[in-house]
């Protein structure tokens, strides 16, 4: 069953009466995404639409404001983005009421990832292509500067997790932080000897994964989930997007899952990228260990806070990273060979 947050019939009709969007014909909820940001799909005589909701804090009117500022950047240059609706008063395409913040898409139909090559490839492309659009984009207001590259706050959540902090039973956690820590340092200490803090930053997606985006033919017709755009080099956007694409799991345990990741999707997403951007050999050099550092930044986090990684077990979870990252070690010549060529 469903969890999470929801809207309220009456905080709809009040809502959806600041847009122009005609007479209402369907609400439907729509079930994916944070379940502290619920969404719903409106059809009306206008078309379908999708709203969603977030809780406001100091600098979430902020950040929801550069989002929109750079999906409409992107939509001038026909880049796929869901088109922001804006209010009966033309304001602007942020509504906020109460504690809450809202936005209004279009909505846009599409097939989720195939996992085909030639979607994997365009998946490449299109995240090159955003990053070239966005070369230059300035805002009164920027997000975050920050990567998984050398971070502070994960060495901080993985000395948690290697602490005695936890509960004795989970010595098994203990060992797997200590392990994960070491090759967290070594990765970043890869990356540093290239000189990576001189490389150039701009906006970056930050969340390139297959759920946020929708395809028609195996070409990208909507980029998804703007919550998570920063200010980092763009080879790290580069280096999660092969691996999200490359990552093979199989729920729910993820013990069970297979160490190696899918080597083809991982070329397949770098050659779409360098289609259109190309890049250097030390830019190429750092991605296996992004890769790493990016693995383990995405799981130590809720795992030092709760235990689990969404709905799995951490100790299980993190043993599963210690794999891979010791898989791209392992397999370091090959792949390097791979990505180079």
Not at 113 to 136: C, M, N, P, V, W
Not at 328 to 341: F, G, Q
Request: proline share 3%; hydrophobic share 40%.
């Amino acid at each position: 069953m469903a969890t999470g947050a929801r809207f309220t019939s009456e905080e709809v009709a009040e809502v959806l009466s600041r847009y122009d969007i005609g007479k209402i014909r369907k609400v439907m909820r729509l079930v994916g995404g944070s379940k502290h940001a619920p969404k719903i799909v409106v059809t009306t005589t206008q078309g379908r639409f999708l709203l969603k909701r977030r809780l406001r804090d100091k600098d979430d009117v902020y950040r929801v404001a550069f989002a929109h500022a750079v999906q409409s950047h992107l939509a001038k240059r026909y880049f796929p983005v869901a088109p922001l609706v804006a209010t009966r008063d033309e304001f602007g395409t942020i509504l906020q009421l109460s504690n809450n913040v809202y936005e209004l898409f279009k909505f846009v139909g599409g097939a989720r990832y195939s996992g085909s090559a030639e979607a994997t490839i365009d998946t490449g492309r299109q995240l090159a292509k955003f990053h070239q659009y966005l070369t230059d984009f300035k805002f009164e207001w920027e997000p975050v500067k920050a990567s998984c590259h050398n971070s502070t706050m994960v060495r901080r959540h993985l000395k948690t997790i290697a602490s005695d902090i936890l509960q004795s039973s989970e010595r098994k956690i203990h060992r797997c932080g200590e392990e994960l820590m070491s090759l967290y340092n070594s990765a970043s200490v890869q990356v540093n000897q290239l000189n990576f803090d001189s490389w150039p930053k701009q906006v970056v997606h930050g969340d390139w994964h297959p759920g946020n985006m929708l395809f028609n033919k195996d070409k990208i017709v909507a980029v998804l989930d703007f919550d998570s755009i920063k200010i980092a080099q763009p080879v790290t956007d580069l280096a999660n997007a092969m691996l999200q694409f490359s990552l093979v799991g199989y729920r729910p345990n993820p013990a069970e899952w297979p160490d190696y990741l899918d080597q083809a999707k991982l070329v397949q997403v770098l050659e779409g990228y360098r289609e259109v951007i190309k890049l250097d050999k030390d830019h190429l050099e750092s991605l296996l260990d992004l890769m790493i550092e990016t693995m383990i930044a995405e799981a130590v986090l809720p795992i030092a806070a709760t235990g689990f990684f969404v709905n799995l077990k951490g100790t299980d979870f993190l043993n599963m990273i210690v794999r891979k990252a010791h898989w791209i070690n392992d397999n370091r010549k090959i792949l390097t060979a791979a990505i180079e060529s």
